[in-house]
């Protein structure tokens, strides 16, 4: 979303296919977003792809979504299309993505793809792969991150492959709202975007609040976009009086901007929040059953430039979060220069001058 209203700040026409579950937006008169049968991850490890009621996708079901998706090409007719990570990533969507990519070769409709700095290590079977539908579908790769600070070559071995046509966007900053003068003394924030992958974090933050050592300080946890009620209802009854649970709210920037200090995990947005609100932090990386590592190397560049505090996620108890949060506010913890992340109009500038040829 962040990229199609820079797109449309432009003066480019842009518009959105989401195929994931739907989720809260704000009217959106500038950006058509199409929602096609939404699918979602079975768990925590990705292990496979469910339907809205946690059944496991059919058949029928993916030859709906493709045919969905083409028809929603073909009426649109765009000039560009931009797939986000594919195919680096999205390989359970080859179903409906190459059906698609087809129909946009044959029409001549230019290619690009959109993806993080840094991304899930893979074999070199899969790179290789990776590389070569790059080559057969794409004019363009667009990394939306900086060279210095995250090679994309950490993640994509074969990176050099591709360097004929791949570019550095800069960060993309998907935060709204401004951020408010700092407030001396603020709330801990925890926070985890939400979805399953947060709940362990939420759990140890409340129990970590009652061992603080600090217990004038405020805790409040951002339990997701849409927690699941009981969950909440059940975070609120361990919680102490001083710890405030609710859901994601669209002031999180500014929250952010005042708070004492930041608990979360570190993917590409959370790291984004956190440069641009200047927040000091304490990130606990997500590596699910040890296969995820694309937060982890956001943490370790993050933790080498003195930005944050990491805690591995196997070490993750109630007490040894406390021990972190009052070691952290022990030391008083400082604010740091805010960051402009201008990744999204750059990407919107690339994509005119593509448009122009």
């Known amino acids: 979303m962040a990229l199609a209203h820079a797109c449309v700040d432009a003066g480019i026409r ?23 049968e939404p699918v979602r991850s079975a768990d925590l490890y990705f292990s496979a792809i469910v339907d809205f009621q946690g059944e496991p996708v059919t058949q029928q079901l993916q030859q709906r979504r493709s045919k969905q998706l083409l028809d929603i090409f073909h009426d649109l007719n765009p000039k560009v299309l931009v797939t986000e990570l594919f195919p680096f990533g999205r390989r359970r969507f080859r179903f409906e993505l190459l059906p698609l990519l087809e129909a946009a070769k044959t029409q001549g409709t230019s290619v690009v793809c959109s993806v993080r700095d840094s991304i899930q290590r893979r074999t070199g079977d899969r790179e290789a ?18 060279e210095d600070f995250l090679p994309f070559s950490e993640s994509f071995a074969k ?12 960060l993309v900053d ?3 709202g401004t951020i408010p003068d700092a407030i001396e003394e603020g709330e801990i924030i925890v926070s985890a975007g939400g979805g399953a992958a947060g709940n362990a974090l939420y759990r140890c933050a409340v129990d970590s609040a009652a ?32 710890v405030t649970i609710e859901s994601n709210r669209p002031d999180f920037r500014a929250l952010l901007g005042s708070c004492r200090l930041s608990v979360s995990q570190i993917g590409y947005n959370s790291a984004i929040d956190l440069l641009v609100s200047g927040a000091p932090a ?23 430039q003195g930005r944050v ?9 109630p007490a040894a979060l406390a021990k972190a949060v009052d070691d952290l506010l022990e030391g008083g913890p400082v604010r740091f220069k805010r960051q402009s992340c201008g990744g999204a109009k750059a990407t919107a500038q690339y994509l005119k001058r593509w448009l122009a040829q």
């Open 159 to 170: 990176a050099g492959e591709i360097d004929d046509f791949s570019h550095y966007t800069g």
């Open 14 to 36: 842009a518009e959105v296919v989401s195929g994931g579950m739907p989720v809260p937006q704000l009217p959106e008169p500038a950006v058509r977003v199409h929602q096609l």
């Open 174 to 176: 998907t935060g709204p």
């Open 129 to 146: 792969e990776t590389v070569q539908l790059l080559r057969d579908y794409y004019q363009s790769v667009l990394i939306h991150g900086v």
């Open 282 to 304: 304490l990130v606990v990386p997500f590596t699910g059953d040890g296969s995820e590592t694309e937060q982890g190397a956001r943490a370790a560049r993050l933790h080498q």
């Open 309 to 317: 505090v990491v805690l591995d996620e196997s070490m993750l108890t």
């Open 211 to 242: 061992l603080s050592c600090y217990p004038d300080v405020r805790w409040r946890i951002l339990a997701g976009a849409t927690p699941d009620p009981q969950a909440l209802n059940d975070l609120r009854a361990r919680a102490p009086r001083r």
